[in-house]
């Protein structure tokens, strides 16, 4: 908190804020920044390639959903890889994200709230332990038939937490910390009454995601990632974008 009165203050940064507004500005700074931003997101473009990684799956969204749509994005590494890897477009789709109380929970009936307040198509980019930790929501298919399509990224666990030294601790890490839900997201679609779509590669990302913008109903889009690869990708990408800076 600031010790001073906040309606002066106010007024202060405002005056200091307008005072130079006639004056010629210089665009170096905002040259150099654009170009800087080029570069960086050309070298982030040449490392993801066409491989189907968690970085490559939050680029394409962000680069294919039609302005009309909605991405609402989960907690953990998919809100951090829409940050980092979402290509700069004209009219881009909204995106959104809500972090619940403890951080991943609530997630799915964000989206189909999102969904149903929505004039254009929605889109759920998800974990499987945050898919897990709300899952019941996706009783809503049956009860509504809200449309949404949920892009789910399966590998197995709290992927973000490999990032962590925590990671090189094996039995505990995996029981207390990665907590991978064991959880068959087939049998799930067919619980819920949601259509399954298995996605191997990234030309079928693009053909099921097109499919189910169209589709009246929830569509289970399932990616299955590998989270050693993905921390080995994240550094290349750091590495290459460092280079061209």
């Excluded at 665009?27 to 968690?54: F, K, M, N, P, Q």
């Amino acid at each position: 908190m600031l010790p001073y009165p906040a309606a002066p203050t106010l007024a202060a940064l405002a005056a200091a804020v307008t005072a130079g507004r006639d004056e010629p500005v210089d665009g170096t700074w905002r040259a150099a920044w654009r170009d800087a931003d080029a570069r960086a997101a050309s070298a982030i473009a040449h490392t993801l390639g066409e491989e189907l990684t968690e970085p490559r799956i939050a680029a394409e969204l962000t680069a294919s959903l039609p302005p009309e749509a909605t991405l609402v994005v989960a907690a953990s590494m998919p809100i951090r890889d829409v940050e980092w890897f979402a290509p700069v477009r004209d009219s881009p789709a909204r995106v959104l994200a809500n972090r619940g109380a403890n951080g991943i929970d609530g997630t799915i009936a964000t989206a189909y709230g999102v969904s149903a307040m929505s004039a254009g198509p929605t889109v759920l980019l998800v974990g499987d332990v945050t898919l897990a930790h709300d899952i019941g929501s996706l009783l809503t298919a049956r009860r509504t038939g809200i449309p949404l399509t949920i892009v789910l990224l399966d590998n197995g666990g709290g992927g973000i937490f490999d990032f962590l030294p925590v990671s090189g601790e094996q039995d505990a890490y995996e029981a207390h910390v990665l907590t991978p839900t064991g959880l068959d997201p087939e049998k799930v679609a067919d619980l819920y009454g949601l259509a399954y779509q298995p996605v191997p590669d990234l030309a079928a990302l693009k053909l099921a995601l097109e499919a189910s913008l169209e589709f009246h109903g929830t569509a289970l889009l399932h990616l299955r990632t590998d989270r050693a690869r993905n921390v080995e990708l994240h550094r290349q990408v750091w590495d290459a974008v460092a280079a061209v800076l």
